[in-house]
């Protein structure tokens, strides 16, 4: 119970601005109904002050006549007035539309300022001079580098460059060329006294 009453009402969407159209279009709502219904009335007393001049009865087809021409002027002043709102409500809403856009520039406006207060202009400045600074020093580098190789170095970088490319960087030793030594056999009683202490082993 205490939370709902003491739940803080929102506040209304709906401004004085609001209202005040709401207002203007109900007057011309109630106007727009006037018109119809005097129209319609003037048109019945047309026919009737008609009749009346068929039947003979001039003096009331002449009073009529004079009673639909002030209603006429009515509506005519009801016509202006209509009008007259009509253009009321239309200047408020495009007020409307005016004060919505100003107060988008507003907050835009406030936006900028703020960025512009976490960077300046000396901020900026200091950047782009600390990139321009950066830019320099490569280049100087580069330059050094390009003036520190001769031209034999430059053709042996693009020879290696080319030999990894291509996969033939991997040095194989030379075939020799020279005969390989042949080793002479042992002569017979040397084999013969070689063998005899296996064969003796053999037979224990």
Do not use: W
């Not at 203007?24 to 048109?43: A, P, V």
């Not at 019945?44 to 003096?59: N, S, V």
């Not at 075939?175 to 390989?180: A, F, G, K, L, Q």
């Amino acid at each position: 119970m205490g939370n709902v009453f003491g739940r803080k009402s929102r506040p209304s969407r709906v401004t004085d601005q609001d209202k005040a159209i709401l207002q203007l279009k109900q007057q011309r709502d109630k106007l727009k109904q006037y018109q119809k219904r005097i129209t319609s009335q003037l048109e019945k007393e047309r026919l009737l002050a008609k009749q009346l001049l068929k039947d003979g009865k001039k003096e009331k087809a002449l009073l009529l006549l004079k009673k639909k021409r002030y209603q006429d002027q009515l509506l005519d002043k009801t016509g202006n007035q209509l009008s007259n709102l009509e253009r009321m409500v239309q200047d408020i809403e495009f007020m409307q539309i005016e004060m919505k856009v100003i107060e988008g520039l507003k907050v835009g406006n406030d936006c900028l300022k703020s960025m512009h207060e976490i960077m300046s202009i000396e901020d900026v400045e200091r950047i782009l001079d600390e990139t321009q600074e950066s830019i320099e020093y490569q280049r100087q580098i580069d330059e050094m580098l390009a003036g520190a190789l001769t031209q034999e170095d430059e053709d042996a970088v693009l020879a290696e460059l080319e030999s990894i490319t291509q996969g033939d960087d991997v040095a194989l030793p030379e075939v020799p060329t020279e005969p390989i030594p042949e080793v002479p056999e042992a002569e017979p009683e040397r084999r013969e006294a070689k063998n005899k202490p296996d064969r003796e082993m053999l037979a224990a």
